[in-house]
């Protein structure tokens, strides 16, 4: 946000927080002259933090945690209520969000809602407080449900049967166009990912993919499926154009206009969709990267299509930058970018960097929670 946004931003937030701070001390007044003052309510109004000015007391605010906030709010009917004050969660919001390194299907926020402009009166305004505990990754990790005591069961009659070990399928642009490449980091870190093995199962055209080890407990299977030959990713990328993806069949009846272009899976990509777990899209999320997000949705669709298997399966999105330092687009804005929203799938958006994996470790717990294996 441009920093005139911000200061007007700010100035509107302790505008709402002093109107509040007039009002209520004027009904406290009014309370006073005629019920007179109780011991604790005389030790709430000469609180040295209810004295400092309004500008003063947000500054302090804003270096609170939320959990911080609430324990505040629990220390007098005045900040019990401050506290709670749309406008400053707004602020909190937007300031807060491109620093969240995840975001998945339950709280993802309502970006258009949220940079509105700022109304005359707050009482029309969302609960903006509920809405960032909501989204905020610390409680919602803590508040994450457990998944369904019949799953679990019907996963382990499952892997007695089929494979004791889950597969998933990983493509994406961020696989050719960084200049990290993601597999080779993966393959050449033992000490973050340790590779457990190749599978004897072969996929027609794919093969059998690799495994690894998460946490030296859980083994896991990831197929990665490339757009095109290592020659012409590598062309593509020091050329900074496209490729002609071969992974994807541009339906016949789909417009011209690549914004409503539809895909569906070449027969060995459907193969290897009918037997994964889930699926790993690793994104471009460089700001210099040039995606076509309406064409990634579409070729998400193509993978995760009902009629390949069911629609609980889970979506990674790997939200990737080649190393530390490089101007990123938030998780949050890369999930409105591919409108996720859009799919029926259970979703997680990771940030994470090819140079050193980080957030990768994240996402694969995310995954094998959301099929039912807790580690």
């Known amino acids: ?57 947000f500054y302090v605010m804003s270096f609170l945690t939320p959990q911080d906030l609430c324990q505040l709010g629990s220390t007098s009917q005045y900040w019990s209520s401050a506290v709670r004050d749309p406008v400053l ?64 069961v019907t996963s382990f009659f499952h892997s007695l049967v089929v494979n004791s070990e889950p597969c998933f399928a990983m493509f994406g642009p961020g696989l050719e166009q960084l200049d990290v490449s993601y597999v080779r980091k993966m393959m050449t870190s033992p000490d973050v990912l340790p590779i457990a093995g190749f599978p004897q199962r072969q996929i027609n055209g794919v093969g059998s993919g690799i495994s690894f080890r998460f946490n030296n407990q859980q083994t896991f299977n990831i197929i990665t499926l490339y757009s095109e030959t290592k020659k012409e990713r590598e062309r593509a990328r020091l050329e900074q154009h496209s490729v002609q993806s071969k992974l994807f069949l541009r339906e016949a009846d789909s417009k011209a206009e690549r914004s409503t272009a539809k895909y569906t899976a070449m027969p060995h990509v459907q193969e290897v969709c009918r037997v994964v777990n889930g699926f790993i899209y690793v994104a471009n999320a460089e700001e210099n990267g040039g995606a076509d997000r309406e064409e990634e949705l579409a070729q998400i669709q193509a993978m995760i299509d009902p009629a390949w298997g069911p629609s609980t399966r889970p979506l990674l999105v790997l939200s990737c930058i080649s190393r530390e330092g490089c101007r ?48």
Request: glycine share 4%; proline share 7%; net charge neutral.
């Open 89 to 152: 969660w707004k602020y909190f919001l937007l300031r807060d969000i491109p620093s969240w390194s995840s975001i998945d299907c339950t709280s993802l926020p309502d970006l258009a809602t949220l940079h509105k402009p700022l109304h005359e009166s707050t009482e029309s305004y969302p609960d903006f407080m509920a809405e960032y505990l909501r989204c905020y990754p610390a409680s919602r990790r803590r508040s994450r449900p457990l998944r369904p005591r019949y799953r679990a």
């Open 1 to 57: 946000m441009a920093e005139g946004r911000w200061s007007s931003l700010e100035s509107a937030v302790i505008n709402s927080l002093r109107k509040f701070r007039d009002r209520y001390f004027q009904i406290a007044t009014k309370n006073e002259m005629t019920e007179g003052n109780s011991d604790q309510e005389k030790i709430t109004r000469t609180c040295y933090l209810d004295s400092l000015p309004v500008d003063i007391q």
């Open 328 to 375: 990123r687009i938030p998780c949050v804005n890369m999930a409105e970018q591919l409108h996720l929203k859009q799919l029926p799938n259970p979703w997680l958006v990771q940030d994470s960097e090819a140079e050193s994996l980080n957030g990768f470790l994240n996402g694969i717990e995310w995954l094998l929670g959301e099929i039912g294996i807790n580690v």
